[in-house]
């Protein structure tokens, strides 16, 4: 699939691995809808990716993941102003153990809410043109990362969701592909300020440095070149690819049903 012409959604788009998925997107010729509920961040960004990839090319758009509201008016102006959408990345994500309920709420909830309204102008049966959707889910997804089980939850029922539905998605017909990205440590503010968000698990930040240490930190850029290996090979429907700094890998799961 290439990307020139195509139009995007990134959720969690101002800051961390959205910033850079973004990035690499419009350097690749797709346009680009940043959704985040950093006003500020986002309006900076779309201003300087604007004056890098040419005007209208970048769109930012306020939107909390937790808002069905609030997706579903960022969905339709991003659909109004480039078109429609061919790649949705769901990105947006915390890590926050001590307020576990929010934490679901957005890795999880969000994921699924975002997916949702994204069918409605994805799907073929509906009279879209298909696409790609690529879920930011990560290592703590195939873990467990013992020292957050909420996060481990969420991004365990991210992957789930990922090749349920692109199973659904293969025997319905909807002509969409979905694809989970499994970093581990990435250099982003979520790491840096992880060790005060472990709630309840605060005892055991020794461990999860440990446990950083030894899987070592890879950066933004590199779950971004991630990303575009999910998005251009059109062979990859129901992967989970995990990124560490010794390279990339799919996960192999057990297969139920072949
Ligand atoms: N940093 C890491 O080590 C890893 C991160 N991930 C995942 O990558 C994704 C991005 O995380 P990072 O870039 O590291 O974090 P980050 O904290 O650097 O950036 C997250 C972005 O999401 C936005 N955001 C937060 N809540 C939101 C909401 N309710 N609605 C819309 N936007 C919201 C923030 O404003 C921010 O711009 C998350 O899903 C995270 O779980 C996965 C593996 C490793
Ligand atoms: C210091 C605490 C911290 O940095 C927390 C980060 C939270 C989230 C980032 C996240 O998405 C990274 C997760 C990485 C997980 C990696 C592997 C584990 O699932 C298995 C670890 C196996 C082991 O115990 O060695």
Redesign the pocket.
Known sequence: MALTGKSAVV??A?????KALSELLLENGAKVAL????DS?GQSLMESLNQQHGAGSALFLK????SEEQLKAAFQKTVETFGGIDILCN?????NEGTWEKTVS??LM?VIRATYIALEYMNKLNGGKGGVIVM?A??AGLGPFITCPVYTATKSGVVGFTRAMAGASEVSGYGIRFNALC????Q????ANASANLGPFSHLAEVAGQIKEKLGVISVSEVAEGLMELVTDETKNGEALMILTKGKTYMQFPSLSK
């Open positions: 959720t969690g101002a800051m961390g691995i959205g959704l985040d509920v950093n961040a939107c909390d993941v937790e990105n947006a994500g915390i890590m957005i890795n969000g930011t990560s290592m970093p581990a440590f990435v982003t503010d979520l790491i």
